[in-house]
């Protein structure tokens, strides 16, 4: 059976290492599953998700020049619902902008930044624009002590 990639095959697992498995595949082939293709939430156990044995669904996600197959499971199938977000978050501010200066929101720290853990985890890319802000906002800090500094110790 010829296949390539993009195809959805069956196949059984064969081996289990700690970093992924071993799926046979139709017409005597075989491919490998990374431990990060298993599923969709963080995988740190091989075992805790797959068995040898176990009949699975995979995608071919690549052949490389050697011919070996690289699979996912994951891919194979539909991707969990989004929790749906909290009324009064997620709304984009206009042109993208985060907020400025200014008061700090009821119940937070200045600049926005919220000392209690949110009740629903937030996305990569929140944390990351929360990281941005902190980081351009200790940034602007230092230049200001180094240009403080810099006027008074000028002289020798």
Known sequence: MEFGVGSILEGKVTGITKFGAFVSLPGGRSGLVHI??????????????????????????????????????????DPPPRPPRPAGQGAPRPGGAPRSGGAPRQGGRPGGFRSAQPAEPETFEDRLKHFMQASDSKLSEMRY??????RRGGRK
Do not use: F, P
């Open 36 to 77: 990060s293709e298993i599923a969709y939430s963080y995988v740190n156990d091989v075992k805790d998700y797959l068995t040898e044995g176990q009949e699975v669904k995979v995608k071919v996600i690549g052949i490389d020049d050697n011919n070996r197959i690289n699979l996912s499971i994951k891919k194979a199938m």
């Open 145 to 150: 002590l180094e240009k403080k500094s810099s």
